[in-house]
């Protein structure tokens, strides 16, 4: 059964920084991102990377502020997020899926598993 727990989330303030972690278990996994969803919005892709290889995507806002990665031997990933502004406001998801795919990383519709989510607030 694939379990995804997020941890990591909390207030700062715009120009501060947070790491999200996401421990993972159940499967296997080939690829991992980190949605989010900001209230009255769509939820979006932020950052993908391929577990083997550690190839990575990034949504043109984080890119240059958000880091992802992830640790194999803690099936462990993590999103560094630096500079953080007002927008990026959210409830932030990580997503998995055993099974890789060619295109369409930050597409919701791609991921197979979802973790319960954990909130980042930024005032200004």
């Known amino acids: 059964q694939a379990q995804l727990m997020e941890s990591g989330g909390g207030s700062v303030q715009a120009g501060g920084s947070l790491r999200l972690s996401c421990v993972t278990s159940?499967?296997?996994?080939?690829?991992l991102a980190w949605f989010r969803q900001a209230p009255g919005k769509q939820r979006e892709g932020v950052a993908a990377?391929?577990?083997?290889?550690?190839?990575?995507w990034y949504a043109d806002s984080a890119k240059g502020r958000f880091t992802i990665a992830h640790d194999n031997a803690k099936d462990t990933l993590y999103l560094q997020m630096t500079r953080l502004k007002p927008e990026d406001t959210a409830l932030y998801f990580c997503?998995?899926?055993?099974?890789?795919?060619?295109?369409?990383?930050?597409?919701?519709?791609?991921?197979?598993?979802w973790g319960q989510g954990t909130q980042v607030t930024v005032s200004s």
């Open positions: 997503a998995a899926d055993p099974s890789p795919i060619d295109s369409g990383l930050l597409q919701e519709r791609a991921w197979k598993y």
């Open positions: 159940g499967y296997r996994y080939s690829r």
């Open positions: 990377i391929y577990t083997s290889g550690g190839d990575t």
